[in-house]
């Protein structure tokens, strides 16, 4: 997977999307965002296994694709970053993604 987003569609849909994530989970997963990436968007999805939040952000794909990330961990780097900024999220497939 390789996608560029600008800072502000990807902050805002992050931001929505970790609210569903609990911190404090038994099942580790679920402390975690779904990042998918086909034709011109980038899907997020986080659950807590009762509630599923899915956000849509515009993006160029460059590879689609698919990977996991700590929902916590990406919503603090991308509210660090400066407006305007392009975000390149990249993925090489290897352990299943």
Do not use: C
Not at 30 to 49: F, K, M, S
Not at 78 to 97: E, F, H, N, W, Y
């Amino acid at each position: 997977m390789k996608v560029s987003i600008e800072r502000a569609a990807l902050a805002r849909a992050v931001a929505q999307a970790q609210s569903v994530v609990e911190r404090r989970n038994t099942i580790p997963i679920l402390a975690n965002l779904l990042i998918e990436a086909e034709g011109d968007e980038v899907r997020l999805r986080a659950t807590d296994l009762d509630v599923e939040v899915v956000n849509r952000a515009p993006a160029q794909v460059e590879q689609p694709g698919a990977t996991t990330v700590g929902a916590v961990m990406l919503n603090e780097i991308v509210r660090k970053l400066p407006d305007g900024a392009q975000v390149l999220l990249s993925s090489q497939g290897g352990g299943g993604g």
